[in-house]
Protein backbone atom coordinates (compact mmCIF):
# COMPACT_ATOMS: atom_id res chain seq x y z
CA UNK A 1 0.00 0.00 0.00
CA UNK A 2 2.63 2.69 0.69
CA UNK A 3 4.30 1.83 -2.81
CA UNK A 4 1.18 2.53 -4.21
CA UNK A 5 0.41 5.66 -2.58
CA UNK A 6 4.25 6.31 -3.81
CA UNK A 7 3.81 5.17 -7.47
CA UNK A 8 0.55 7.21 -7.66
CA UNK A 9 1.83 10.42 -6.93
CA UNK A 10 4.65 9.82 -8.99
CA UNK A 11 2.40 9.06 -11.76
CA UNK A 12 0.41 12.16 -11.35
CA UNK A 13 3.33 14.57 -11.48
CA UNK A 14 4.62 12.64 -14.60
CA UNK A 15 1.41 13.17 -16.11
CA UNK A 16 1.65 16.41 -15.36
CA UNK A 17 4.69 17.27 -16.28
CA UNK A 18 4.62 15.68 -19.85
CA UNK A 19 1.42 18.07 -20.38
CA UNK A 20 3.48 21.34 -18.98
CA UNK A 21 6.41 20.31 -21.31
CA UNK A 22 3.42 20.38 -24.51
CA UNK A 23 1.97 23.62 -23.21
CA UNK A 24 5.70 25.02 -22.82
CA UNK A 25 6.21 23.87 -26.61
CA UNK A 26 3.55 25.79 -28.15
CA UNK A 27 3.37 29.02 -25.66
CA UNK A 28 7.40 29.16 -27.15
CA UNK A 29 6.42 28.99 -30.35
CA UNK A 30 3.87 31.55 -29.87
CA UNK A 31 6.33 33.87 -28.18
CA UNK A 32 8.93 33.13 -30.75
CA UNK A 33 6.69 33.87 -33.32
CA UNK A 34 6.91 36.27 -36.64
CA UNK A 35 4.80 38.60 -35.32
CA UNK A 36 6.99 38.82 -31.79
CA UNK A 37 10.10 38.80 -33.61
CA UNK A 38 9.55 41.47 -36.14
CA UNK A 39 8.26 43.65 -33.03
CA UNK A 40 12.08 42.73 -30.97
CA UNK A 41 13.83 43.28 -34.08
CA UNK A 42 12.71 47.06 -33.53
CA UNK A 43 14.49 47.68 -30.49
CA UNK A 44 17.05 45.44 -30.38
CA UNK A 45 19.71 44.31 -32.98
CA UNK A 46 19.22 40.74 -33.03
CA UNK A 47 20.51 37.75 -35.82
CA UNK A 48 17.77 36.87 -38.39
CA UNK A 49 17.33 33.22 -36.88
CA UNK A 50 15.12 35.15 -34.15
CA UNK A 51 12.88 36.92 -36.71
CA UNK A 52 11.43 33.88 -39.10
CA UNK A 53 10.81 30.59 -37.06
CA UNK A 54 8.57 28.94 -39.56
CA UNK A 55 4.88 26.69 -39.48
CA UNK A 56 5.08 25.17 -35.71
CA UNK A 57 4.58 21.40 -37.67
CA UNK A 58 8.11 21.58 -38.88
CA UNK A 59 9.36 21.55 -34.84
CA UNK A 60 6.97 18.78 -33.98
CA UNK A 61 10.15 16.46 -34.07
CA UNK A 62 11.83 18.76 -31.15
CA UNK A 63 8.66 18.21 -29.32
CA UNK A 64 9.17 14.19 -29.75
CA UNK A 65 12.41 13.80 -28.51
CA UNK A 66 12.39 16.77 -25.55
CA UNK A 67 9.61 14.65 -24.33
CA UNK A 68 11.73 11.16 -23.66
CA UNK A 69 14.71 13.93 -22.77
CA UNK A 70 13.04 15.93 -20.27
CA UNK A 71 11.05 12.75 -18.43
CA UNK A 72 14.83 10.72 -18.26
CA UNK A 73 16.82 14.36 -16.57
CA UNK A 74 14.06 14.93 -14.33
CA UNK A 75 13.80 11.31 -12.61
CA UNK A 76 17.87 11.28 -12.83
CA UNK A 77 17.92 14.49 -10.81
CA UNK A 78 15.69 13.67 -8.37
CA UNK A 79 12.38 15.57 -9.45
CA UNK A 80 10.16 12.50 -8.50
CA UNK A 81 11.34 11.95 -4.96
CA UNK A 82 9.97 12.74 -2.17
CA UNK A 83 9.30 16.51 -1.03
CA UNK A 84 9.73 16.51 2.68
CA UNK A 85 13.36 17.90 2.51
CA UNK A 86 13.21 19.56 0.01
CA UNK A 87 13.30 24.10 -0.27
CA UNK A 88 12.33 26.29 -2.89
CA UNK A 89 16.03 26.65 -3.65
CA UNK A 90 16.61 22.82 -4.50
CA UNK A 91 13.52 22.48 -6.61
CA UNK A 92 14.41 25.33 -8.26
CA UNK A 93 17.72 23.98 -8.92
CA UNK A 94 16.40 20.58 -9.89
CA UNK A 95 14.42 21.93 -12.38
CA UNK A 96 17.00 24.59 -14.02
CA UNK A 97 19.53 21.78 -14.17
CA UNK A 98 16.85 19.23 -16.22
CA UNK A 99 16.55 21.89 -18.69
CA UNK A 100 20.19 22.67 -19.04
CA UNK A 101 20.99 18.92 -19.69
CA UNK A 102 17.54 18.29 -22.29
CA UNK A 103 18.91 21.56 -23.88
CA UNK A 104 22.16 20.33 -24.16
CA UNK A 105 21.58 16.97 -25.60
CA UNK A 106 19.08 17.92 -27.87
CA UNK A 107 20.82 20.41 -29.63
CA UNK A 108 24.12 17.84 -29.83
CA UNK A 109 21.50 14.93 -30.89
CA UNK A 110 20.27 17.78 -33.75
CA UNK A 111 23.41 19.20 -34.59
CA UNK A 112 24.96 15.19 -35.24
CA UNK A 113 21.37 14.63 -37.60
CA UNK A 114 22.53 17.57 -39.55
CA UNK A 115 18.97 18.97 -38.77
CA UNK A 116 18.60 22.76 -38.80
CA UNK A 117 16.07 23.92 -36.65
CA UNK A 118 16.27 28.20 -34.35
CA UNK A 119 18.44 27.38 -31.01
CA UNK A 120 16.67 29.99 -29.96
CA UNK A 121 13.29 28.57 -29.92
CA UNK A 122 15.02 25.41 -28.18
CA UNK A 123 16.17 27.70 -25.93
CA UNK A 124 13.09 29.41 -24.98
CA UNK A 125 11.28 26.18 -24.90
CA UNK A 126 13.62 24.57 -22.49
CA UNK A 127 13.80 27.63 -20.32
CA UNK A 128 9.88 27.51 -20.32
CA UNK A 129 9.77 23.93 -19.08
CA UNK A 130 12.18 24.76 -16.14
CA UNK A 131 10.29 27.58 -15.20
CA UNK A 132 6.30 25.63 -15.43
CA UNK A 133 8.40 22.79 -13.78
CA UNK A 134 9.34 24.89 -10.48
CA UNK A 135 6.30 26.62 -10.55
CA UNK A 136 4.07 23.45 -10.66
CA UNK A 137 6.62 21.72 -8.21
CA UNK A 138 6.55 24.65 -5.78
CA UNK A 139 2.73 24.59 -5.49
CA UNK A 140 2.32 21.21 -4.90
CA UNK A 141 4.90 21.05 -1.81
CA UNK A 142 3.03 24.45 -0.75
CA UNK A 143 -0.26 22.22 -0.60
CA UNK A 144 1.50 19.22 1.43
CA UNK A 145 2.73 21.43 3.88
CA UNK A 146 -0.61 23.10 4.20
CA UNK A 147 -2.49 19.65 4.78
CA UNK A 148 0.51 18.17 6.87
CA UNK A 149 0.01 20.79 9.31
CA UNK A 150 -3.52 20.51 9.82
CA UNK A 151 -3.18 16.54 10.25
CA UNK A 152 -5.23 15.64 6.98
CA UNK A 153 -5.39 12.61 4.98
CA UNK A 154 -3.26 10.48 7.09
CA UNK A 155 -2.74 6.94 7.04
CA UNK A 156 -2.06 4.99 10.68
CA UNK A 157 0.87 2.35 10.45
CA UNK A 158 1.58 -0.28 12.54
CA UNK A 159 5.41 -1.64 12.54
CA UNK A 160 6.35 -5.20 13.71
CA UNK A 161 9.27 -5.50 15.11
CA UNK A 162 12.17 -3.50 17.04
CA UNK A 163 15.09 -4.13 15.22
CA UNK A 164 17.52 -2.29 12.62
CA UNK A 165 14.67 -3.05 9.71
CA UNK A 166 12.05 -1.09 11.71
CA UNK A 167 14.19 1.15 12.43
CA UNK A 168 15.22 2.62 9.36
CA UNK A 169 12.11 1.94 8.18
CA UNK A 170 10.64 4.52 10.21
CA UNK A 171 13.37 7.20 9.18
CA UNK A 172 12.06 5.91 5.66
CA UNK A 173 8.85 7.06 6.46
CA UNK A 174 9.46 10.12 7.71
CA UNK A 175 11.17 11.19 4.77
CA UNK A 176 8.11 11.04 2.53
CA UNK A 177 5.92 12.58 4.71
CA UNK A 178 3.71 13.41 1.33
CA UNK A 179 2.29 10.10 1.15
CA UNK A 180 0.28 10.63 4.39
CA UNK A 181 1.84 8.27 6.26
CA UNK A 182 1.80 8.03 10.47
CA UNK A 183 3.53 5.16 12.66
CA UNK A 184 1.36 4.71 15.44
CA UNK A 185 4.05 2.48 16.76
CA UNK A 186 6.10 -0.78 17.06
CA UNK A 187 5.08 -4.39 18.25
CA UNK A 188 7.67 -6.11 20.10
CA UNK A 189 8.26 -9.73 19.45
CA UNK A 190 11.25 -10.37 20.90
CA UNK A 191 11.36 -13.63 23.03
CA UNK A 192 9.09 -14.85 20.30
CA UNK A 193 10.12 -19.22 18.88
CA UNK A 194 12.04 -18.80 15.20
CA UNK A 195 11.59 -21.70 12.31
CA UNK A 196 13.87 -24.02 14.79
CA UNK A 197 11.81 -23.94 17.68
CA UNK A 198 14.50 -22.28 19.24
CA UNK A 199 13.94 -18.64 21.44
CA UNK A 200 14.66 -15.38 19.63
CA UNK A 201 17.52 -13.72 22.47
CA UNK A 202 15.34 -10.52 23.64
CA UNK A 203 18.61 -8.02 22.94
CA UNK A 204 18.18 -4.51 23.13
CA UNK A 205 15.51 -2.52 20.74
CA UNK A 206 16.63 -0.46 17.96
CA UNK A 207 13.68 1.94 18.08
CA UNK A 208 13.88 2.41 21.94
CA UNK A 209 14.86 6.10 21.34
CA UNK A 210 12.87 6.99 18.82
CA UNK A 211 9.90 9.23 18.81
CA UNK A 212 7.50 6.61 17.83
CA UNK A 213 6.84 3.82 20.99
CA UNK A 214 6.41 0.15 21.39
CA UNK A 215 2.86 -0.19 22.02
CA UNK A 216 1.84 -3.85 21.45
CA UNK A 217 3.17 -7.59 22.28
CA UNK A 218 2.18 -10.09 19.86
CA UNK A 219 -0.09 -11.23 22.84
CA UNK A 220 -1.95 -7.73 22.36
CA UNK A 221 -1.92 -7.13 18.78
CA UNK A 222 -5.22 -7.89 17.85
CA UNK A 223 -6.27 -5.28 20.66
CA UNK A 224 -4.27 -2.60 19.46
CA UNK A 225 -5.25 -2.69 15.68
CA UNK A 226 -8.48 -2.13 17.45
CA UNK A 227 -7.46 0.55 19.53
CA UNK A 228 -5.34 2.29 17.42
CA UNK A 229 -7.54 2.22 13.65
CA UNK A 230 -4.75 0.67 11.81
CA UNK A 231 -4.65 0.65 8.36
CA UNK A 232 -1.94 -1.27 7.69
CA UNK A 233 0.72 -3.81 9.02
CA UNK A 234 4.36 -3.64 8.21
CA UNK A 235 6.41 -7.16 8.75
CA UNK A 236 10.05 -6.55 9.76
CA UNK A 237 13.36 -9.16 10.27
CA UNK A 238 10.64 -11.73 9.61
CA UNK A 239 13.38 -14.42 9.40
CA UNK A 240 13.69 -14.59 13.10
CA UNK A 241 10.20 -14.82 14.09
CA UNK A 242 8.37 -16.00 11.08
CA UNK A 243 5.86 -18.62 12.82
CA UNK A 244 4.93 -15.25 15.25
CA UNK A 245 4.45 -13.38 11.94
CA UNK A 246 2.49 -15.89 10.10
CA UNK A 247 -0.18 -16.00 13.04
CA UNK A 248 -0.28 -11.78 12.93
CA UNK A 249 -0.35 -11.58 9.06
CA UNK A 250 -3.53 -13.70 9.85
CA UNK A 251 -5.00 -12.10 12.05
CA UNK A 252 -4.46 -8.38 10.41
CA UNK A 253 -5.81 -9.98 6.77
CA UNK A 254 -9.04 -11.38 8.59
CA UNK A 255 -9.65 -7.77 9.78
CA UNK A 256 -9.24 -6.50 6.79
CA UNK A 257 -5.98 -4.47 7.23
CA UNK A 258 -3.61 -4.39 4.61
CA UNK A 259 -0.63 -6.35 5.92
CA UNK A 260 3.18 -5.62 3.94
CA UNK A 261 6.70 -7.39 4.59
CA UNK A 262 10.19 -5.71 4.30
CA UNK A 263 11.44 -6.60 1.23
CA UNK A 264 15.17 -7.55 2.27
CA UNK A 265 13.96 -10.62 4.01
CA UNK A 266 17.22 -11.75 4.70
CA UNK A 267 18.66 -8.31 5.80
CA UNK A 268 21.85 -9.03 3.10
CA UNK A 269 21.78 -5.23 2.34
CA UNK A 270 20.05 -5.12 -0.99
CA UNK A 271 20.37 -2.27 -3.53
CA UNK A 272 16.18 -2.42 -4.16
CA UNK A 273 13.93 -5.17 -4.62
CA UNK A 274 10.66 -5.25 -6.97
CA UNK A 275 7.82 -7.67 -7.19
CA UNK A 276 7.22 -9.35 -10.20
CA UNK A 277 5.86 -12.78 -11.69
CA UNK A 278 6.50 -15.81 -14.12
CA UNK A 279 3.18 -17.15 -15.15
CA UNK A 280 0.70 -17.27 -12.05
CA UNK A 281 3.77 -17.50 -9.98
CA UNK A 282 4.87 -14.51 -7.87
CA UNK A 283 8.49 -13.80 -7.52
CA UNK A 284 10.39 -10.96 -5.34
CA UNK A 285 13.59 -10.30 -7.04
CA UNK A 286 17.07 -8.67 -4.84
CA UNK A 287 19.26 -5.91 -6.53
CA UNK A 288 22.31 -5.78 -4.36
CA UNK A 289 23.56 -3.42 -7.45
CA UNK A 290 22.14 -1.00 -9.63
CA UNK A 291 23.73 -2.83 -12.20
CA UNK A 292 21.28 -5.55 -12.28
CA UNK A 293 17.81 -3.29 -13.17
CA UNK A 294 16.31 -1.61 -16.06
CA UNK A 295 15.70 1.90 -14.54
CA UNK A 296 15.36 5.32 -16.39
CA UNK A 297 18.87 6.50 -14.85
CA UNK A 298 20.83 3.60 -16.39
CA UNK A 299 18.82 3.97 -19.67
CA UNK A 300 19.97 7.50 -19.69
CA UNK A 301 23.62 6.43 -18.61
CA UNK A 302 23.36 4.03 -21.87
CA UNK A 303 21.64 7.60 -23.78
CA UNK A 304 24.72 9.27 -22.97
CA UNK A 305 27.57 6.54 -23.81
CA UNK A 306 26.14 6.36 -27.26
CA UNK A 307 26.06 10.00 -27.82
CA UNK A 308 29.34 11.20 -26.15
CA UNK A 309 31.33 8.35 -27.58
CA UNK A 310 29.96 8.79 -31.23
CA UNK A 311 30.95 12.79 -30.63
CA UNK A 312 34.26 11.91 -29.58
CA UNK A 313 35.14 9.46 -31.87
CA UNK A 314 34.14 11.42 -34.77
CA UNK A 315 35.74 15.00 -33.45
CA UNK A 316 38.72 13.27 -32.44
CA UNK A 317 38.81 11.55 -35.70
CA UNK A 318 41.86 12.93 -37.75
CA UNK A 319 44.07 12.80 -34.13
CA UNK A 320 43.37 8.69 -34.63
CA UNK A 321 44.79 8.35 -38.38
CA UNK A 322 47.87 10.36 -36.99
CA UNK A 323 48.14 7.70 -33.88
CA UNK A 324 47.52 4.67 -36.60
CA UNK A 325 49.99 5.97 -38.95
CA UNK A 326 52.70 6.04 -35.91
CA UNK A 327 52.23 3.00 -35.19
CA UNK A 328 52.51 1.21 -37.68
CA UNK A 329 56.02 3.39 -38.88
CA UNK A 330 57.43 2.28 -35.13
CA UNK A 331 56.71 -1.05 -34.80
CA UNK A 332 55.82 -4.32 -36.68
CA UNK A 333 52.22 -5.74 -36.11
CA UNK A 334 48.95 -4.72 -36.51
CA UNK A 335 47.01 -1.37 -35.27
CA UNK A 336 45.22 -2.57 -32.95
CA UNK A 337 45.44 -4.96 -30.09
CA UNK A 338 42.45 -7.32 -29.39
CA UNK A 339 42.38 -9.38 -26.12
CA UNK A 340 39.33 -11.36 -24.26
CA UNK A 341 38.31 -9.04 -21.23
CA UNK A 342 35.30 -10.04 -18.88
CA UNK A 343 32.15 -7.51 -18.99
CA UNK A 344 28.91 -7.76 -17.38
CA UNK A 345 28.20 -10.45 -15.19
CA UNK A 346 30.62 -12.60 -16.52
CA UNK A 347 30.29 -11.81 -20.04
CA UNK A 348 33.46 -11.97 -22.58
CA UNK A 349 34.23 -9.51 -25.35
CA UNK A 350 36.90 -8.07 -27.18
CA UNK A 351 38.39 -5.41 -26.09
CA UNK A 352 39.78 -2.74 -28.77
CA UNK A 353 43.07 -0.63 -28.24
CA UNK A 354 45.73 0.81 -30.25
CA UNK A 355 48.67 -1.59 -29.77
CA UNK A 356 51.31 -0.09 -27.41
CA UNK A 357 53.45 -3.41 -27.00
CA UNK A 358 55.95 -5.22 -29.32
CA UNK A 359 53.79 -7.65 -31.60
CA UNK A 360 54.73 -11.03 -29.28
CA UNK A 361 53.57 -9.19 -26.07
CA UNK A 362 51.50 -11.71 -24.36
CA UNK A 363 53.90 -14.72 -25.36
CA UNK A 364 56.60 -12.69 -23.39
CA UNK A 365 54.72 -11.92 -20.38
CA UNK A 366 55.09 -15.44 -18.49
CA UNK A 367 59.04 -14.05 -18.53
CA UNK A 368 57.93 -10.88 -16.47
CA UNK A 369 55.15 -12.04 -14.31
CA UNK A 370 57.77 -12.36 -11.42
CA UNK A 371 58.27 -8.62 -11.75
CA UNK A 372 54.59 -8.29 -10.72
CA UNK A 373 54.23 -5.19 -8.95
CA UNK A 374 50.59 -5.02 -7.91
CA UNK A 375 49.70 -7.15 -5.16
CA UNK A 376 46.75 -9.49 -6.61
CA UNK A 377 45.49 -11.05 -9.59
CA UNK A 378 46.54 -8.15 -11.53
CA UNK A 379 49.79 -7.71 -13.58
CA UNK A 380 51.26 -4.40 -13.70
CA UNK A 381 55.57 -3.03 -14.06
CA UNK A 382 56.79 0.41 -14.23
CA UNK A 383 58.99 -0.28 -17.20
CA UNK A 384 57.51 -3.11 -19.21
CA UNK A 385 60.15 -3.61 -21.75
CA UNK A 386 57.36 -4.88 -24.14
CA UNK A 387 56.26 -1.50 -24.72
CA UNK A 388 56.83 0.62 -27.82
CA UNK A 389 58.19 4.24 -28.26
CA UNK A 390 54.89 5.44 -29.50
CA UNK A 391 53.45 3.00 -26.72
CA UNK A 392 54.67 4.82 -24.20
CA UNK A 393 53.66 8.10 -25.30
CA UNK A 394 50.40 6.77 -25.92
CA UNK A 395 49.89 5.03 -22.28
CA UNK A 396 50.88 8.52 -20.90
CA UNK A 397 48.31 9.95 -22.19
CA UNK A 398 45.64 7.34 -22.64
CA UNK A 399 45.63 7.71 -26.12
CA UNK A 400 45.51 3.64 -26.50
CA UNK A 401 42.34 3.48 -24.55
CA UNK A 402 40.31 5.57 -27.18
CA UNK A 403 39.53 2.61 -29.61
CA UNK A 404 37.26 1.23 -26.55
CA UNK A 405 34.56 4.14 -27.67
CA UNK A 406 33.69 1.01 -30.37
CA UNK A 407 33.16 -1.05 -27.67
CA UNK A 408 31.05 1.58 -25.55
CA UNK A 409 28.60 1.94 -28.97
CA UNK A 410 28.51 -1.37 -29.33
CA UNK A 411 27.67 -1.94 -25.71
CA UNK A 412 30.37 -4.11 -23.95
CA UNK A 413 31.66 -1.28 -22.21
CA UNK A 414 30.60 2.37 -20.40
CA UNK A 415 32.02 5.57 -20.56
CA UNK A 416 32.34 4.71 -16.52
CA UNK A 417 32.48 1.62 -14.73
CA UNK A 418 35.15 -0.72 -13.41
CA UNK A 419 37.98 -1.42 -15.65
CA UNK A 420 37.47 -5.03 -17.23
CA UNK A 421 39.31 -7.74 -16.32
CA UNK A 422 41.31 -10.15 -17.97
CA UNK A 423 39.50 -14.08 -17.79
CA UNK A 424 42.61 -15.76 -16.13
CA UNK A 425 42.19 -12.73 -13.05
CA UNK A 426 38.68 -13.04 -12.62
CA UNK A 427 39.24 -16.86 -11.94
CA UNK A 428 41.51 -15.58 -8.46
CA UNK A 429 38.64 -13.22 -7.58
CA UNK A 430 37.34 -13.12 -3.57
CA UNK A 431 33.24 -13.74 -3.76
CA UNK A 432 32.46 -9.71 -2.94
CA UNK A 433 35.23 -8.98 -5.67
CA UNK A 434 32.68 -10.72 -8.11
CA UNK A 435 30.81 -7.45 -7.54
CA UNK A 436 33.01 -5.23 -9.86
CA UNK A 437 31.08 -7.68 -12.82
CA UNK A 438 27.83 -6.75 -11.66
CA UNK A 439 27.94 -3.28 -13.39
CA UNK A 440 29.41 -2.92 -17.31
CA UNK A 441 32.88 -2.12 -17.68
CA UNK A 442 34.26 1.30 -18.05
CA UNK A 443 36.58 3.62 -19.79
CA UNK A 444 37.29 5.38 -16.39
CA UNK A 445 36.45 4.64 -12.74
CA UNK A 446 37.21 5.97 -9.27
CA UNK A 447 40.57 3.87 -9.72
CA UNK A 448 41.43 5.90 -12.85
CA UNK A 449 41.29 9.36 -11.65
CA UNK A 450 42.64 8.41 -8.05
CA UNK A 451 46.15 7.38 -9.08
CA UNK A 452 45.59 4.40 -11.20
CA UNK A 453 48.76 2.78 -10.94
CA UNK A 454 50.16 4.45 -8.20
CA UNK A 455 47.83 1.95 -6.38
CA UNK A 456 49.57 -1.15 -6.14
CA UNK A 457 47.22 -3.28 -4.24
CA UNK A 458 44.36 -4.76 -6.03
CA UNK A 459 42.56 -4.90 -2.52
CA UNK A 460 42.53 -1.19 -2.92
CA UNK A 461 41.10 -1.01 -6.70
CA UNK A 462 38.46 -2.99 -5.76
CA UNK A 463 37.22 -1.51 -2.87
CA UNK A 464 36.89 1.69 -5.01
CA UNK A 465 34.82 0.15 -7.39
CA UNK A 466 32.45 -1.66 -5.26
CA UNK A 467 32.19 1.30 -3.31
CA UNK A 468 31.41 3.36 -6.93
CA UNK A 469 29.11 0.26 -7.48
CA UNK A 470 27.18 0.61 -4.10
CA UNK A 471 26.79 4.21 -4.36
CA UNK A 472 26.11 4.67 -7.93
CA UNK A 473 24.13 7.67 -9.55
CA UNK A 474 24.19 9.56 -13.03
CA UNK A 475 25.79 12.49 -11.06
CA UNK A 476 28.56 10.62 -10.07
CA UNK A 477 29.28 9.47 -13.15
CA UNK A 478 28.93 13.46 -14.85
CA UNK A 479 31.73 14.13 -11.99
CA UNK A 480 33.83 10.95 -12.92
CA UNK A 481 34.20 11.97 -16.23
CA UNK A 482 34.86 15.67 -15.51
CA UNK A 483 38.16 14.57 -13.36
CA UNK A 484 39.39 12.10 -16.01
CA UNK A 485 39.72 14.73 -18.09
CA UNK A 486 42.70 16.43 -16.56
CA UNK A 487 43.87 13.09 -15.75
CA UNK A 488 44.24 12.11 -18.90
CA UNK A 489 46.13 15.59 -19.90
CA UNK A 490 48.65 15.54 -17.28
CA UNK A 491 48.89 11.88 -17.94
CA UNK A 492 48.93 11.33 -14.61
CA UNK A 493 49.75 7.80 -12.50
CA UNK A 494 49.60 6.42 -16.17
CA UNK A 495 52.21 3.31 -16.98
Known amino acids: MLKAHWKIISFLERIADNILIVVAFFLAHKIRSTNFGSFVHQYLPLPSDLQNLGEIERYYLVLGIALPLFNASLSIFGAYRSMRKYVALKLLRVSIVSGLITFLCLGSLLYILKLDFSRSFIGLFTGICSLLFFIERFSVLLLLRFFRTRGKNFRNVLIVGTGVQARNLFFEIGAHGQMGIKVQGFVDVRGATNLRGETVPEDDSAVYDLQARIISTAETFEETLKRFAIDEVIFTDVINTFPVVHDLAEIATEEGIHVTFAADLFSIGVFTSEVGNIGDIPLLHFHPSPGGQDSMPLLFKRFLDILISGIVLVAFLPIFIIVMIAIRIDSKGPVFFKQKRVGLNGRHFTLL ?142 R
Do not use: H
Open 353 to 494: KFRSMVENAEELLNDLKEKNEMKGPVFKIKEDPRITKVGKVLRKYSLDEFPQLLNVLKGDMSLVGPRPPLPEEVKFYKRKQRKRLSMRPGLTCSWQVSGRNEIPSFEEWAKMDLEYINNWSLKRDLILIARTIPVVILGTGA
